[in-house]
């Protein structure tokens, strides 16, 4: 008898231990669904990045840089200047923003490039 009542003690523990690996399991795929959804949201989101803001802000560059060749007086220049550098700022973060996706969903390609390394510490 306490052989028999030993078994069930053991095949009751097995059961619930099923049924808790179970549950487990459930939430555990739950959470990679999840998980899944938010990176593709994440990655619609950066895609439409990608359109809507790096487009206008080529078009401010572009444009910064054609009114720098007209004739400005000294304050105006001053303020297309301070406008290009700003623009071309924002543009490099939001290509860093986009590197970093491309990072980490694998489809970065890396560009080799010669450089002046004195004046990206000066920058």
């Given at each position: 008898?306490?052989?028999?009542?030993?078994?069930?003690?053991?095949?009751?523990?097995?059961?619930?231990?099923?049924?808790?690996?179970?549950?487990?399991?459930?939430?555990?795929?739950?959470?990679?669904?999840?998980?899944?959804?938010?990176?593709?949201?994440?990655?619609?989101?950066?895609?439409?990045?990608?359109?809507?803001?790096?487009?206008?802000?080529?078009?401010?560059?572009?444009?910064?840089?054609?009114?720098?060749?007209?004739?400005?007086?000294?304050?105006?220049?001053?303020?297309?200047?301070?406008?290009?550098?700003?623009?071309?700022?924002?543009?490099?973060?939001?290509?860093?923003?986009?590197?970093?996706?491309?990072?980490?969903?694998?489809?970065l390609e890396l560009e080799i490039a010669t450089f002046n390394l004195h004046s990206v510490f000066r920058e």
């Amino acid at each position: 008898v306490a052989v028999a009542l030993s078994h069930a003690a053991i095949l009751e523990e097995s059961m619930r231990a099923r049924d808790q690996l179970m549950e487990q399991n459930v939430a555990l795929d739950l959470a990679r669904r999840e998980a899944e959804m938010a990176i593709r949201a994440r990655n619609d989101f950066l895609a439409v990045m990608n359109h809507e803001m790096r487009t206008p802000m080529h078009a401010i560059v572009a444009l910064s840089s054609l009114l720098l060749e007209t004739e400005l007086t000294p304050e105006q220049r001053l303020m297309v200047e301070t406008i290009l550098k700003s623009s071309n700022l924002l543009a490099t973060l939001i290509n860093d923003v986009l590197d970093l996706s491309r990072l980490e969903d694998g489809s970065l390609e890396l560009e080799i490039a010669t450089f002046n390394l004195h004046s990206v510490f000066r920058e």
